[in-house]
């Protein structure tokens, strides 16, 4: 059996790709497909993240076990059957770490194989993927935000440019006399002759 499951790509725009892909494959095969549809760059760290109907983050799936013990199951672990037992069954995908990319997919069919079709694939595209994984507000990650730390800082510190302004760095230490030899202080070294 063939499940075709929709990708959307969380973002203030309408994205999505129709992936379809084999029940018996796993959840690696549905990253890699999702990889493709969406053009992801790199080999980033992912993980599936099974969820309710809300979308609520359940346990993780990621794509390489981290853990200190090396037993927790991983995406080439778990069968599509097993991640998306029923229509409309739901799991959220991240992609990156510092770029994240976040993604909602839902079981939407299940059909027939096709002959001489190398699942998975994409069957549907709907948007444009921008160049950056965007951000929580859909803007783009490399996009100006329209809140910004300023504000804060001005708040928590005052206006920090116009006293640095004011300052004056003349030379308060005029009295001081840092002559090495009334010191006591010499960085001289001394090398004994070997000969």
């Known amino acids: 059996m063939v499940y075709k499951i929709r990708v959307i790509?969380?973002?203030?725009?309408?994205i999505f790709r129709d992936v379809e892909i084999k029940d018996k494959q796993t959840l690696w095969n549905l990253h890699l497909g999702i990889k493709s549809a969406f053009s992801l760059p790199g080999e980033e760290l992912s993980s599936f993240y099974f969820s309710d109907d809300e979308w609520n983050e359940g346990n993780a799936v990621p794509l390489e076990d981290m853990s200190e013990e090396g037993d927790g199951e991983i995406m080439s672990d778990v069968y599509l059957n097993e991640a998306f037992p029923a229509v409309g069954s739901k799991m959220r995908f991240q992609y990156g770490f510092i770029d994240l990319w976040e993604f909602f997919c839902e079981l939407l069919e299940i059909n027939d194989e096709k002959p001489s079709v190398n699942y998975p694939i994409t069957v549907y595209r709907f948007g444009n993927?921008?160049?950056?994984?965007?951000?929580k507000n859909g803007n783009s990650s490399n996009g100006k935000s329209k809140t910004s730390a300023m504000p804060f800082m001005d708040d928590e510190f005052g206006d920090f440019d116009s006293e640095f302004k004011e300052t004056s760095f003349d030379d308060e230490d005029e009295d001081y006399n840092d002559d090495e030899e009334e010191s006591g202080y010499n960085d001289v070294f001394e090398e004994d002759d070997e000969d």
Request: without cysteine.
């Open 9 to 14: 790509l969380d973002a203030k725009e309408t």
């Open 129 to 135: 993927v921008p160049l950056k994984a965007p951000s």
